[in-house]
């Protein structure tokens, strides 16, 4: 069995849009038959709109009968002979909307749906609401679909909790806070479970919020598994069933002060430079037109969408960025060729001396051969078309920015060969943003073999500030780690240095000394002096952790990690045996492409087999994104210095 986390959604998903009929019956309309005939309107709210958006588009909405979708807030009129079906969080404010659109009559009937289980109050506040409007009729049936996470891959997912490494870490936060941080957390894990149809075996590190999660999820499974529920049964919510009981795979979860550094580097391979840079949320990238055509207004946007679909991106999003560039000409250049081949085959060369029926046969075959072809071909040519622009705009920032340069010195870093005074120099350079030298003094503090010397620190910091950096994620994380809380000396993590430093790799060139004054002579041959800036490839330290974990032979470094197992009596799980073909990994306080990149490329070349890894986290952040919320726990914790009080005005 291949947890497929994208597709497992989709089917549940198409299931909802069918109301909830079984699989079969739901799957048949996509072939042309069944009740495609009964249109209906899709009632979202805004996180539940996000958790569709990387599954269906419009059109694969329309081929189920979705004709109209609108939001759960939006100002809606009535349609009184069309079926509705609600697919919403199950909140106080949603279940109040709901009974809104009842008494009103929107609808004809009302399929309710809610992305994770509603509480008995709530459900309640439903059933009494629906009695004092007189509208039971009107509903067809309540479901907890157990959906409330974000697929974006076959083996990629994300819970959407952009703060939760601030909240779970914020010494000003109440205990009720992180427990309610805590329990979103769980809920998101056991849908995914709940959707892929298996009970895993739970590892963790002891004593940290990784083990308050899998402990309470732990115990919400067991719940699950007691009651009349078939999430985990054969036939389950995920279709898994038998098959999921006879080989269950291992969850882990890590903290993410399991490893800081890998949040901060800067990338050089597609998917996490896109990730990064781009900004790509929900596979989603939106780029801003800084040279609009003439006639057309400035500040323009464009956006792109990428998934499993797009061959481009799952064929070489783990390659290095200067080999994108030659990948896309080639791209190119199939193309170019197909209709070249298209345009022989239409009648461009005709024999005069021929059979004019033979000729009309041929190129009837010929013409419906094209026909046929086109179809595939445009999509070929808008994906060549769609990363061109995505790889221009990703070498655009490079050049402003000399990427290149921060993240050859980081993976110095990480081979222990940058030393203090590198890393000054590179701080110095008028090249890079604040942000960019802020994660390059990070990565080589959480790098060093031992706490730097004060002078060095104080080096370091003196050139933050004179690039105009925010300081207090530099003094957060110093604190960290000389609390040992981080970083290389991190307990239960010795071997993780040794992970980290099997590859090295120096920028012989920039990028900024080779590019030209315009991208119009070719990616490539602007390109073309970085080919050995990546000597080695990352390995994050969750890939060494998952290596020993899956082997499931005894392990120094992950003896002492807790097990649970939601099957076993409590209390007594015990540590399984491995080895293990499939594993889902969670990081709790956000991850990244370039930490999933490393697990995935460690799995696909395992011996004496290859794994299957799924990859997850509460969040997928960029180095930007998790320095904001390092900066803030500075200022919460104490560890930055209290910003001086504004002047007051006089007049």
């Known amino acids: ?80 002979d069309v079926p509705a079906i609600y697919f919403v969080q199950p909140t106080e404010a949603a279940v109040q909307r709901i009974l809104e659109d009842l008494a009103r009559g929107l609808y004809d009937s009302f399929h309710l749906n809610f992305s994770t289980h509603i509480s008995r109050p709530l459900m309640e506040k439903l059933a009494a609401g629906v009695v004092a409007s007189n509208s039971a009729a ?59 149809g298996v009970v895993p075996l739970i590892r963790c590190p002891r004593g940290g ?74 596979n989603r990238i939106t780029l801003h037109d800084a040279s609009p055509t003439p006639g057309q207004p400035a500040g323009g946007k464009k956006s792109y969408e990428v998934d499993d679909a797009d061959f481009f991106w799952s064929g070489h999003g783990k390659e290095q960025f200067p080999k994108i560039a030659e990948q896309v000409e080639v791209e190119l250049g199939k193309y170019k060729q197909a209709i070249e081949d298209l345009n022989r085959q239409t009648g461009s060369h005709i024999d005069p001396l021929a059979d004019p029926n033979d000729i009309m046969r041929s190129n009837t075959r010929s013409l419906m051969s094209a026909v046929s072809s086109l179809p595939e071909l445009t ?87 004179a690039a105009g950096a925010d300081v207090a994620a530099w003094w957060y994380v110093k604190r960290m780690r000389r609390l040992n809380l981080t970083g290389k000396q991190q307990p239960g993590s010795a071997s993780v240095s040794d992970g980290l430093s099997g590859f090295g790799g120096a920028a012989q060139s920039q990028l900024t000394t080779l590019l030209g004054t315009t991208f119009g002579q070719g990616l490539s041959s602007l390109t073309k002096g970085v080919k050995n800036l990546l000597a080695g490839e990352q390995q994050a330290a969750v890939t ?21 197992d939601p099957k076993a009596p409590a209390g007594r799980a015990q540590r399984p045996a491995g080895p293990f073909k499939e594993a889902i990994v969670f990081m709790l306080g956000g991850g990244n492409y370039l930490e999933y990149e490393s697990l995935s490329c460690w799995a696909s070349r395992a011996q004496p087999a290859p794994k299957h890894i799924v990859y997850g986290a509460t969040d997928l952040l960029s180095g930007e994104q998790f320095l904001q919320q390092l900066s803030m726990l500075g200022h919460k914790s104490g560890a930055a210095p209290a910003a001086p009080a504004a002047p007051t005005a006089t007049h």
């Not at 569709?52 to 189920?64: D, F, S």
């Not at 990629?156 to 909790?161: C, E, G, K, M």
């Not at 899956?550 to 807790?562: L, R, S």
């Open 379 to 465: 999509e070929k040519k808008r994906v060549i078309d769609k990363h061109t622009n995505l790889a221009t705009a990703l070498l655009g920032a490079i050049k402003a920015r000399q990427l290149d340069a921060f993240y050859a010195l980081e993976e110095e870093c990480l081979a222990g060969k940058a030393d203090a005074a590198a890393v000054a120099q590179q701080l110095r350079a008028p090249v890079g943003s604040p942000a960019d030298k802020l994660r390059l003094a990070l990565v080589w503090l959480l790098t060093c073999e031992s706490v730097p010397a004060e002078p060095e620190c104080q080096q370091v910091e003196q050139l933050l500030q």
């Open 138 to 196: 009107r509903v067809a049936r309540v479901y907890d679909q157990h959906g409330h996470f974000m697929s974006l891959e076959g083996s990629l997912f994300s819970l959407s909790l952009p703060d939760t490494y601030l909240q779970l870490n914020d010494p000003q936060a109440q205990d009720s806070q992180i427990e309610a941080a805590v329990a979103q957390v769980v809920d998101g894990l056991f849908c995914m479970l709940a959707t892929l």
């Open 544 to 564: 060494v952790a998952m290596e020993a974990l899956m082997e499931g032979k005894p392990n120094p470094d992950t003896e002492a990690y807790a097990v649970f």
């Open 209 to 282: 919020a990784a083990e308050h999660v899998a402990a309470q999820l732990d115990v919400k499974l067991r719940d699950a598994l007691a009651g009349r529920s078939s999430l985990f049964t054969e036939g389950g919510a995920g279709g898994a069933g038998l098959a999921a009981s006879l080989q269950r795979p291992l969850l882990c979860l890590f903290d993410r002060n399991f490893e800081l550094s890998v949040v901060l580097q800067h990338a050089w391979t597609y998917k996490p430079l896109v990730h990064d840079v781009l900004e790509m949320r929900l």
């Open 1 to 80: 069995m291949v947890l497929n986390v994208r597709s497992k959604q989709i089917d549940a998903v198409v299931r909802m849009l069918h109301f909830n009929a079984p699989p079969t019956a739901a799957l048949k309309p996509a072939a042309g038959v069944g009740d495609e005939d009964v249109y209906k309107v899709l009632i979202l709210d805004r996180v539940t709109k996000d958790i569709l958006a990387p599954l269906l588009h419009v059109n694969e909405l329309r081929k189920h009968g979705v004709t109209l979708h609108m939001l759960l807030d939006a100002e809606r009129q009535p349609i009184p």
